[in-house]
Protein backbone atom coordinates (compact mmCIF):
# COMPACT_ATOMS: atom_id res chain seq x y z
CA UNK A 1 0.00 0.00 0.00
CA UNK A 2 1.01 3.39 -1.28
CA UNK A 3 2.09 5.77 1.72
CA UNK A 4 1.75 9.74 1.31
CA UNK A 5 4.08 12.09 2.59
CA UNK A 6 2.25 13.79 5.61
CA UNK A 7 3.54 17.20 4.64
CA UNK A 8 1.95 17.21 0.89
CA UNK A 9 -1.12 18.21 0.88
CA UNK A 10 -3.24 16.39 -2.08
CA UNK A 11 -5.35 19.67 -2.95
CA UNK A 12 -2.48 21.40 -3.83
CA UNK A 13 0.05 18.62 -5.61
CA UNK A 14 -3.19 17.18 -7.01
CA UNK A 15 -2.76 19.62 -10.48
CA UNK A 16 0.26 18.14 -10.99
CA UNK A 17 0.46 14.94 -9.73
CA UNK A 18 -2.98 14.76 -11.45
CA UNK A 19 -2.89 16.20 -14.67
CA UNK A 20 -3.17 12.82 -17.01
CA UNK A 21 -6.11 12.22 -15.10
CA UNK A 22 -7.88 15.95 -15.37
CA UNK A 23 -6.55 16.01 -18.80
CA UNK A 24 -9.13 13.18 -20.10
CA UNK A 25 -12.14 14.01 -21.94
CA UNK A 26 -14.61 11.85 -19.70
CA UNK A 27 -13.04 13.47 -16.47
CA UNK A 28 -14.08 17.20 -18.26
CA UNK A 29 -16.95 16.28 -19.64
CA UNK A 30 -18.11 14.70 -15.98
CA UNK A 31 -16.59 18.39 -14.43
CA UNK A 32 -18.45 20.30 -16.76
CA UNK A 33 -21.67 18.41 -16.30
CA UNK A 34 -21.43 18.79 -12.47
CA UNK A 35 -20.73 22.65 -13.12
CA UNK A 36 -23.50 22.44 -15.62
CA UNK A 37 -25.91 21.13 -12.46
CA UNK A 38 -24.63 23.44 -9.82
CA UNK A 39 -25.38 26.66 -12.31
CA UNK A 40 -28.74 25.33 -12.83
CA UNK A 41 -29.20 25.25 -9.65
CA UNK A 42 -28.10 28.44 -8.74
CA UNK A 43 -30.14 29.91 -11.09
CA UNK A 44 -33.56 27.79 -10.23
CA UNK A 45 -32.71 25.50 -7.47
CA UNK A 46 -35.78 27.46 -5.50
CA UNK A 47 -38.23 24.75 -7.42
CA UNK A 48 -36.67 22.11 -6.49
CA UNK A 49 -36.31 20.75 -10.17
CA UNK A 50 -33.32 18.69 -11.23
CA UNK A 51 -32.64 19.59 -14.98
CA UNK A 52 -33.64 15.93 -15.97
CA UNK A 53 -36.78 17.07 -14.39
CA UNK A 54 -37.06 20.65 -16.38
CA UNK A 55 -36.34 18.26 -19.76
CA UNK A 56 -39.78 16.33 -19.29
CA UNK A 57 -41.46 19.59 -18.35
CA UNK A 58 -39.78 21.45 -21.65
CA UNK A 59 -40.57 18.13 -24.26
CA UNK A 60 -43.88 17.79 -22.58
CA UNK A 61 -44.96 21.70 -23.32
CA UNK A 62 -43.65 20.96 -26.99
CA UNK A 63 -45.02 17.53 -27.29
CA UNK A 64 -48.64 17.14 -25.56
CA UNK A 65 -49.62 13.64 -25.32
CA UNK A 66 -46.39 11.93 -26.35
CA UNK A 67 -45.89 8.72 -24.82
CA UNK A 68 -43.20 8.01 -22.35
CA UNK A 69 -40.98 5.53 -24.69
CA UNK A 70 -41.37 8.42 -26.88
CA UNK A 71 -40.38 11.03 -24.56
CA UNK A 72 -37.26 8.77 -23.21
CA UNK A 73 -35.68 8.85 -26.50
CA UNK A 74 -36.36 12.58 -26.84
CA UNK A 75 -34.08 12.69 -23.90
CA UNK A 76 -31.36 10.42 -24.62
CA UNK A 77 -32.66 8.47 -21.27
CA UNK A 78 -33.15 4.53 -20.41
CA UNK A 79 -37.04 3.92 -20.14
CA UNK A 80 -36.50 3.08 -16.23
CA UNK A 81 -34.98 6.30 -15.66
CA UNK A 82 -37.73 7.92 -17.19
CA UNK A 83 -40.61 6.23 -16.12
CA UNK A 84 -39.11 7.50 -12.44
CA UNK A 85 -38.43 10.69 -13.48
CA UNK A 86 -42.37 10.70 -14.27
CA UNK A 87 -43.50 9.27 -11.51
CA UNK A 88 -41.99 11.95 -9.35
CA UNK A 89 -43.47 14.91 -11.30
CA UNK A 90 -46.62 13.35 -11.40
CA UNK A 91 -47.03 13.00 -7.79
CA UNK A 92 -46.10 16.40 -7.27
CA UNK A 93 -48.75 17.30 -10.01
CA UNK A 94 -46.88 18.14 -12.60
CA UNK A 95 -47.10 15.73 -15.38
CA UNK A 96 -50.48 13.45 -15.77
CA UNK A 97 -49.78 9.85 -16.85
CA UNK A 98 -53.06 8.24 -18.68
CA UNK A 99 -53.63 4.51 -20.54
CA UNK A 100 -53.27 5.09 -24.16
CA UNK A 101 -57.20 4.77 -25.78
CA UNK A 102 -55.76 2.35 -28.58
CA UNK A 103 -52.83 1.06 -26.48
CA UNK A 104 -53.50 0.13 -23.09
CA UNK A 105 -49.75 -0.65 -22.49
CA UNK A 106 -48.99 3.20 -23.79
CA UNK A 107 -48.88 5.74 -20.95
CA UNK A 108 -49.81 9.38 -22.60
CA UNK A 109 -48.16 12.48 -20.83
CA UNK A 110 -49.08 15.57 -20.43
CA UNK A 111 -48.51 18.88 -18.35
CA UNK A 112 -51.03 19.29 -15.72
CA UNK A 113 -51.92 23.63 -15.31
CA UNK A 114 -49.21 23.21 -12.07
CA UNK A 115 -46.60 21.84 -14.41
CA UNK A 116 -47.30 24.37 -16.87
CA UNK A 117 -47.09 26.98 -14.75
CA UNK A 118 -44.02 25.80 -13.09
CA UNK A 119 -42.33 25.16 -16.43
CA UNK A 120 -42.67 28.91 -17.13
CA UNK A 121 -41.16 29.89 -13.62
CA UNK A 122 -38.21 27.68 -14.01
CA UNK A 123 -37.34 29.25 -17.47
CA UNK A 124 -37.86 32.50 -16.46
CA UNK A 125 -35.19 31.83 -13.63
CA UNK A 126 -32.72 29.58 -15.40
CA UNK A 127 -32.63 32.15 -18.49
CA UNK A 128 -29.63 33.44 -17.86
CA UNK A 129 -27.90 29.33 -17.56
CA UNK A 130 -26.13 29.13 -20.61
CA UNK A 131 -24.85 33.23 -20.25
CA UNK A 132 -22.94 31.52 -17.00
CA UNK A 133 -21.95 28.88 -18.05
CA UNK A 134 -20.30 30.05 -21.58
CA UNK A 135 -18.94 33.45 -19.92
CA UNK A 136 -15.58 32.11 -20.27
CA UNK A 137 -16.01 32.27 -23.58
CA UNK A 138 -15.67 34.83 -26.42
CA UNK A 139 -19.07 35.00 -28.99
CA UNK A 140 -16.52 32.98 -31.83
CA UNK A 141 -15.27 30.14 -28.74
CA UNK A 142 -19.04 29.97 -27.72
CA UNK A 143 -20.33 29.23 -30.71
CA UNK A 144 -16.79 26.69 -31.38
CA UNK A 145 -17.23 24.96 -28.22
CA UNK A 146 -21.29 24.15 -28.92
CA UNK A 147 -20.58 22.99 -32.45
CA UNK A 148 -17.65 20.85 -30.47
CA UNK A 149 -20.16 19.36 -28.39
CA UNK A 150 -22.49 18.50 -30.90
CA UNK A 151 -20.44 17.08 -33.52
CA UNK A 152 -19.38 14.94 -30.14
CA UNK A 153 -22.65 13.56 -29.56
CA UNK A 154 -23.68 13.71 -33.16
CA UNK A 155 -21.07 11.24 -33.46
CA UNK A 156 -22.08 8.25 -31.12
CA UNK A 157 -25.52 8.73 -31.16
CA UNK A 158 -28.33 6.49 -33.27
CA UNK A 159 -28.17 7.12 -36.75
CA UNK A 160 -26.57 5.10 -40.04
CA UNK A 161 -23.55 7.46 -39.22
CA UNK A 162 -23.00 6.68 -35.43
CA UNK A 163 -20.04 5.90 -34.44
CA UNK A 164 -19.36 2.58 -32.98
CA UNK A 165 -18.18 2.63 -29.00
CA UNK A 166 -16.05 -0.48 -29.23
CA UNK A 167 -13.80 -0.08 -26.21
CA UNK A 168 -11.16 -2.61 -27.96
CA UNK A 169 -9.88 0.35 -30.68
CA UNK A 170 -10.12 3.34 -28.47
CA UNK A 171 -7.05 4.15 -27.77
CA UNK A 172 -6.97 8.00 -29.18
CA UNK A 173 -8.84 9.04 -25.61
CA UNK A 174 -6.06 7.69 -23.16
Do not use: C, W
Not at 18 to 38: C, V
Request: aromatic share 6%; proline share 3%; charged share 25%.
Amino acid sequence: MATTDLDEDPLTTAPERLADLYGRPGFMIRRAHQITISVFQAHAGEFGLTNTQFGVLYILKRYPSIDQVTLAKLLRLDRSTTGTVVATLESRGLVARDVGESDRRRRVLALTREGEAMLLQVQQKSAGTSRTLLAAFTAEERATFLDLLARLVGHFEGGDGAAEINPASDDSAK
